[in-house]
């Protein structure tokens, strides 16, 4: 069975900072890799998805993630984070078409 | 995404008592999901079912099951609730897309509370 692991439970930062998020896997097959974020009380909304070429992937409001093939990781990036950007944070892997997600970072940003 | 719905949104709920949690989906995808959330946890899967005659367990279905009524609804039921069924519950929809390949979309989430 695959399992998803995201290195960090909560993340506080300022407004401007940039972030990382980091998202391990396991499991040696084929892989899809997803972002998902949940903003509080809303449900979950895809931030972006790799499902194969270039490992550097772009998604909406200025988030991208890197494919490390070699390290299982999948890491999510923004240079400068807003206010807005406070939210729950997923990594999901799937494969034969079920996810798995991590436990979810939650991320606060300071004004 | 309003494509998603389920109902009830909240709920609170008694042990022993038998819920049902519905989903409907305009989307036109074939697959559906049922997880749950807990803090620290991330989401589960409890069901899933490809199209309406295929039912299949997820890693957490001991205690749920499911009726996939209709293309665009399936059913989570607890047939006994107990409390630590507490959780959000999340419906999701995905279709066959590149390669393949699905995306899944979310619906709003049900918040069950077993006392």
Redesign the interface.
Known sequence: AQS?SQHN?HVILSEAASLELGCNYSYGGTV?L?W?VQYPG?????LL?Y??GDPLVKGIKGFEAEFIKSKFSFNLRKPSVQWSDTAEY?C?VSND????????TTVTVRA | ?ADVTQTPRNRITKTGKRIMLECSQTKGHD?M?W?RQDP??????IY?S?DVKDINK?EISDGYSVSRQAQAKFSLSLESAIPNQTALY?CAT?DTG??G?????????TRLTVL
Request: proline content about 2%; overall charge positive.
């Open positions: 998803v439970h899809n997803f998902y809303q449900h979950l909304q895809l998805k499902f194969s997923f999901a078409y079920k996810l798995s997600f991590g436990a979810g | 995404d697959r999901y997880y620290g946890l991330g989401l589960r899967l899933y490809f997820g999340f995905s590149t390669g390949i699905d995306t899944q979309y979310f619906g709003p989430g």
